[in-house]
Every structure is written in C-alpha cells, then in structure tokens.
C-alpha cells in the first residue's frame, strides 16, 4: 500500500460516523408529498397542522401525503367577546379534537352550526375549535388579513366536511397549531412533541 493510499484510508478511517438506527416499520418516516384533494382518502392517525403565522391548514397521512388548505385565525389584538377580555390570537399548542356539537349561531358558527372542540394536550377542554362561517367569501376574501376570529380555526364548508368525517371516522383527531413553519416536512416528523401558547 502507498503511503499516499495509506494516509487517505487513515483521514476516512477517523470521520466519526453516526450510529445506523433501526427502521419501524410500524412507524415510517413521513414525506411531505401534496396531493390533490379530490385524491384525498381519510385514514386512520390523519393529523393536522394549523400555521397561525400565514393561515394555511395541513391534513396528513402519517406516510407524509398532505392537502393544504386556507384558514381564518385569531385576531391580533385584545378583545372583549362572551363576557371576558382576553387576547384573541390563535394559541400555538398541542391539542386533540375529542367532540363535535352544533351551534345555534349560524353567523359565526356557519350554516351547519358545526363545531370540533379543541382539547389543549389532548385533556383540558377549551374554548377553541374549527368551524365554518355564516359570510364565507368575506371572511376569507374580504380584507387584507385572515387574522378574523375571536381565537378559533375557521374553515371552508368543504374542509370542514372533511374534518368532521375525520374526526366521526377516527373518533379524534390530533392537532398542532404553530406559529410559521419552515420544514413541513420536519413538522411531520416531530409532530407534538414541543408546545408553546401566545402569549396572555
């Protein structure tokens, strides 16, 4: 062996390398792969992803296969509504859709009445949910912003029919609201596993 050779198998001999990790196969590495949503199949573990910074919703399958879709979020400020003050922005947080009831506010609540109720970690009953909008094309295209709701998600009629056959077909649905994403794919992947809340 030439020293030449000898002092590069040395160099490639002392690179550290990482340890190889077992595959799961019951737990594969999602993808982020956008499909159409006329292609969109509900399956079991279907999670959502909320971006309160740029209003845009994800449904995935746990293989990475996601839709997208536009949402209405908190507004930006303090306001007063039901008998309390408090600041109406979108809390970033881990959550689990665990109900469904029908409200009879059919301006905000839309003309279904729907509302999925958001548990904070999956336990504490809230006041947040998804649900549609009686003036849709307004809310959603009327002004220069979709920081419109008093806290809650508000969706399409067509996603909401979506997330209800979810939450009815899968009996929950585990949710994440976070503030700008970067890596939609890397979300996935660490999907619940850190948790912040805006700011009281």
């Known amino acids: 062996m030439s020293t030449l050779t000898a002092t590069l198998l040395a160099l490639i001999l002392s690179v550290p390398t990482a340890p190889l990790a077992p595959v799961d196969a019951e737990s594969p590495v999602p993808v982020a792969h956008e499909i159409a949503m006329e292609n969109w199949e509900i399956q079991q573990e279907d999670k959502v992803i909320v971006d309160t910074k740029n209003n845009l919703g994800y449904i995935f399958h746990a293989d990475g296969t996601y839709i997208n879709f536009d949402v209405v ?3 930006q400020r303090w306001v007063y509504y039901i008998g309390r003050s408090y600041n109406a ?12 009831h029908i409200k009879g506010d059919r301006l905000t609540f839309g003309p279904s009445g729907r509302f999925l109720r958001l548990y904070k ?16 094309d307004e809310i959603f295209n009327g002004m220069d912003t ?16 979506l997330l209800v056959s979810t939450f009815e077909q899968n009996g929950s649905i585990d ?7 970067h890596d939609l794919q890397k979300v996935m992947m660490t999907f619940g596993e850190d948790s912040t ?3 009281y």
């Open 146 to 161: 979709r920081f419109r709701s008093m806290g809650c998600i508000i969706v399409r009629v067509p996603i909401m029919d």
């Open 175 to 181: 949710v994440i609201t976070v503030k700008g994403i």
């Open 197 to 199: 809340v805006a700011l």
């Open 89 to 100: 922005s979108t809390p970033n947080w881990n959550w689990t859709v665990k109900s469904k």
């Open 121 to 136: 970690d999956g336990e504490d009953h809230t006041a947040y949910g998804f649900h549609e909008y009686g003036q849709e």
């Open 73 to 75: 979020t908190g507004q």
